[in-house]
């Protein structure tokens, strides 16, 4: 299981950044109109829709009266209370996407019948000029003596 986190980290790396940096813009740009509007139409302890709606339209054009604003003993506690719903609602998100993420199994992206793991036999015997073409830049030899013998694995296709 440990593999499966790991390797869903390293894969998540930029993800994590970009994540990061988005929670701050919006933070800024959506969640302090929010608070605002919240505030400001929430007059003798009653909450208003129609003037939430009228506020947040005019409010979210306003960063930096926003950011005065929510920073005043009124809007604080709001502030905090909507950044924390805005936080929770986006670790949810980033958590089913780190789940979604995670491999399989742990041979999961790893490349199946590659010749990757031959270093150095491979080039010992085949050419990459002339011969029997076996594939991209591999030839067989037909000059070589002693044993040229080759196991060809796959299919022909000659239709």
């Not at 894969?11 to 400001?40: G, Q």
């Amino acid at each position: 299981m440990n593999y499966k986190i790991e390797r869903t980290l390293k894969k998540s790396e930029n993800v994590i950044i970009i994540v990061a940096v988005l929670w701050v813009l919006l933070s800024i740009v959506l969640v302090s109109p929010i608070t605002v509007s919240i505030v400001e139409s929430t007059e003798n302890g009653i909450f208003d829709f129609g003037d939430f709606t009228e506020a947040m339209f005019s409010k979210i054009t306003d960063i930096g009266g926003n950011l005065g604003k929510i920073f005043k003993s009124d809007y604080i506690s709001v502030f905090w209370k909507t950044e924390g719903y805005f936080s929770i609602a986006l670790l949810i998100c980033a958590s089913i996407g780190f789940v979604k993420s995670m491999p399989k199994n742990e041979y999961t992206d790893i490349e199946h019948g590659s010749s990757d793991w031959a270093t150095g036999e491979q080039y010992e015997v085949l050419s990459k000029k002339k011969g029997i073409l076996l594939a991209e830049n591999h030839y067989l030899p037909v000059d070589k003596r002693g044993n040229t013998n080759v196991l060809v694995v796959g299919r022909i296709r000659f239709w």
